[in-house]
């Protein structure tokens, strides 16, 4: 079991951010890796598509004889996170706990912004995990919806991505924001752009803290991968169309050393 793959899905690309912090950070463990980029996005599918898309590619990752799998999708921890954690026998988790347990170690002031997709900020997980958390503090949310649009273009740290950080976070900033859960996986690459305009903003990367979180679920269940030495678990990247965005990512995220992406339908 502990040298069985940690299973990773997310609606496109933004996940190979949360792939490549898993993979920093415990660099033994192997990695089955999807991104529904052919049904991207899924910021605006109903909450029924949603689950059923997660379910399709839970069952598929199951499959695979994975010990883990990792919701890198906050519309779909949102909305499937649940669902799958009643379906299957390994540990589920998904992004929306961590980033809010993040929020709340690391509060600035007395209140948390959270920015999302409109399907993740309508769902109101980040709200409901944060009062789980924190009863009292004050949650702000507000959906960017154009971030994920922005990323997929590659305009990271232009004046583009500079406006329209002041155009969906100048609102939270007047009302004391100074805590900021990036809740979509694509966020985090714009946050060189949101730190230049805000640059005494707290922004959490829930890549970041899902790994952290992943590494601590398999040290408690001993499900982690005690191979000694250099061994580096082996990658695996599918997506269900291949882009020129995708590749790019991928380069930048893991270099070109023979890590590839092959192309894979799923079906329900």
Not at 44 to 67: G, M
Not at 84 to 103: C, K, M, Y
């Amino acid at each position: 079991m502990m040298d069985k793959p940690i299973g990773i899905f997310d609606s496109g690309i933004g996940g190979l951010t949360v792939c490549k912090a898993i993979h920093d950070i415990l660099p033994s463990e192997s990695i089955i890796y999807f991104g529904d980029t052919a049904r991207f996005p899924y910021g605006t599918r109903s909450r029924e598509t949603i689950i059923r898309y997660s379910k399709e590619i839970a069952a598929y990752l199951y499959s695979r004889k994975v010990k883990m799998i990792v919701i890198a999708c906050n519309t779909s921890s949102a909305a499937a996170l649940d669902t799958l954690r009643s379906e299957f026998s390994i540990p589920v988790i998904g992004v929306i706990d961590a980033g809010a347990r993040a929020a709340c170690n690391r509060l600035k002031g007395n209140s948390i912004g959270v920015i999302g997709t409109r399907a993740t900020v309508s769902s109101g997980s980040y709200v409901r995990a944060i009062h789980s958390i924190r009863p009292g503090i004050k949650v702000h949310q507000q959906h960017a919806t154009l971030f994920v649009s922005l990323t997929e273009e590659g305009m990271t740290d232009n004046e583009i991505a500079r406006l329209a950080s002041r155009e969906y976070i100048q609102g939270l900033y007047d009302e004391g924001v100074r805590t900021l859960i990036l809740g979509c996986t694509h966020f985090p690459m714009l946050k060189m752009a949101i730190s230049s305009v805000y640059p005494d903003m707290e922004l959490i990367d829930t890549g970041i803290e899902i790994a952290l979180e992943v590494k601590d679920i398999l040290r408690e269940k001993n499900l982690e991968n005690k191979t000694s030495g250099d061994y580096k678990g082996k990658i695996e990247l599918y997506a269900s169309d291949i882009t020129d965005t995708l590749q790019r990512l991928k380069d930048m995220f893991f270099g070109r050393n023979g890590t590839t992406i092959e192309k894979l339908i799923i079906n329900g």
